[in-house]
């Protein structure tokens, strides 16, 4: 498959498209599995979870509802408190292998587990996710664009 | 299902100065209250403890990294 590679809602007009854009952000279908050597994965090593992840440049890591990390026995890998609107709220860090088949994408990453209510997304694609993409965001368009970070593409980077 | 993680956390508050004075920004591990290694990205960092330390309770955290920003403001109308 060639670059870039475009996600956005369905919809039969350029417009309906752009408007769901607008309401609802834009999802990607990831594979979160927990790391090789995991309790979950000794207990059964098929297992995984797919869901639909926002995007979202407004969050730092990648985000789980902290109620996949206990499904699939995220194995724990550090502990934060969360500063709030109406307090502190406690996060548990955990290690596993993120997949997103529609960017080619599959690493061991650091998921972020807040342990709030239910959310509206079960997780959230943040910054260190989108670092590794360039990410254009075409509302006019109703899609948004990735194009992979290749060597060449970095370089000018690099050097500055 | 949370991981007592203080011993860890607890050697890495000790050791960070030290970890920022040598290694700069770089992602550590420990196990225990034991520095294992540091590395350049998360990635390499967690394929060292799962390699080495697979079987052990471990901690991996990055020497200068800013509060997490986790947006959770979600308003009903």
Known sequence: MTWPRSFGPTGPTVMERRALLLRDGCTLDVIIRPDSKSAGAASAPEVLYKTAALIDTGASKVCIDYRIAQKLQLREIDQTTLHVVGGKIEAHLFLGELEVPGVDYRELVEFVAPKVGQLRYEALLGRSFLTNFMVTFDGPAGQVNFMRRTPELLQPYDEG | ?77
């Open chain 2, 1 to 77: 299902m949370s991981v007592d993680l203080s011993q860890e956390i607890a050697a890495f508050r000790r050791k960070k100065p030290e970890l920022i004075t040598k290694y700069g920004s770089v992602w550590v591990v420990f196990v225990a209250d034991e520095f294992k290694g540091h590395f350049p990205s998360f990635q390499q960092a967690a394929q060292f403890a799962l390699d080495r330390h697979g079987s052990e309770r471990f901690l991996i955290r990055h020497t200068d990294e800013p509060p997490l920003q986790v947006p959770l403001v979600a308003v009903e109308a």
